[in-house]
């Protein structure tokens, strides 16, 4: 068998770090390849896209709970002051 010389010193440090010997670490490595390969991919979804209007566009930061809640309450207004603000620093 013959291993990149990088990958075989990586491996070795790998073991070393974690107090294992090299070849449980090329088992386990050789196990988790092995599962992965028999794991069938999951099905694509896809998603529902629906039309409408409001002022959702890709710049709406949804992470951002007060735009959330503008959001939900279809306060553009609110929305548009609240982006204002927050560029004025």
Not at 51 to 78: C, H, Q, T, W
């Amino acid at each position: 068998m013959r291993i990149d010389d990088q990958l075989l010193a990586d491996a070795k440090a790998f073991a070393a770090q974690h107090h294992r010997s090299l070849n449980s670490v090329i088992e386990d490595a050789l196990r988790q390849l092995l599962q992965r390969a028999r794991t069938p991919e999951p099905e694509p979804v896809d998603f529902p896209v629906y039309g409408g209007s409001g002022p959702a566009s890709p710049d709406i930061d949804l992470n951002d709970p007060r735009v959330l809640k503008a959001l939900m309450y279809e306060d553009e207004e609110e929305y548009y002051r609240m982006r204002a603000h927050d560029a004025a620093g």
